[in-house]
């Protein structure tokens, strides 16, 4: 497929600033709601944030290396673009919605395209209740903390906890705990992609707990839901051969 109408988004990173200047001039520049395809600059943090932010919008996202690890990127060349844009390959991946109850009442509703964490915040390890789907699965996990991911996520914040990496159309979430003390060496579940997990708080006046999603932050939170957001579509584009799909495999065999 052929994009006419590029934009270019970069982070404050000098490398992605000086990247960002080199194909405007090659390639021209429009803004985002005008776009048949956004180009992102940096690295896997700079992608999540572009993605969340054009959600709504139509263009897929071809992410360039500027950062680091860049899991999600394509590597950087200014040459070629056109061509590499054309030829690449799709993948399709949905968000999860997290609903966290805080203890002074208040509610907070984020999107995670990796996962949503439960972190212990104080000095005492946290006390998680867990539910799927209604049924309790877990009647006391005394640990760090815990997350639920997808497979796109699967090989952040989930793999350093030593979790499983997902292929990219399983339709399974990874669920992992961090430091389980116990049940002693318990290493998570896989759940169905359509599963609505509940993590509940015990003694949280003690042991304090936060939730994240994919950077938002809720603090001391009682309980935590969390689901798929079907509705809600990220096209991301990569170059052939280098898909998500061989990057999940190659990274299993590092």
Request: proline share 6%; hydrophobic share 45%; charged share 25%.
């Amino acid at each position: 497929m052929q994009y006419k109408k590029i934009c270019f988004l970069a982070s404050q990173v000098e490398t992605a600033q000086e990247a960002r200047a080199v194909l405007v001039m090659r390639y021209g520049d429009v803004p985002p709601v005008q776009a048949d395809l956004i180009v992102a600059l940096g690295g896997d943090g700079f992608m999540l944030s572009v993605l969340h932010q054009t959600q709504g919008l139509r263009a897929p996202v071809y992410g360039m290396n500027r950062g680091t690890v860049g899991f999600l990127m394509n590597t950087f060349a200014p040459e070629g673009l056109t061509d590499r844009l054309a030829e690449a390959e799709e993948a399709v991946i949905h968000p999860l919605r997290m609903r966290a109850h805080c203890v002074d009442g208040t509610e907070i509703e984020a999107l995670a395209i990796n996962e949503v964490s439960l972190l212990r915040h104080g000095p005492q390890a946290a006390k998680l209740r867990i539910l799927v789907d209604g049924k309790e699965r877990l009647p006391e996990l005394v640990c760090d903390g815990a997350l639920l991911a997808t497979p796109a996520g699967s090989t952040a914040y989930n793999y350093s906890a030593h979790g499983p990496i997902l292929p990219i159309d399983a339709q399974i979430l990874a669920l992992t705990a961090m430091a389980a003390f116990r049940p002693r060496r318990w290493r998570g579940a896989l759940l169905p992609m359509k599963a609505k997990v509940r993590f509940e708080v015990l003694e949280m006046e003690k042991r304090p707990v936060q939730a994240v999603a994919d950077g938002n932050e809720a603090r001391e939170v009682e309980w935590v839901e969390i689901a798929i957001a079907p509705e809600i579509t990220h096209r991301l584009l990569f170059d052939p051969g280098h898909g998500l799909e061989e990057r999940l495999i190659r990274e299993q065999f590092v």
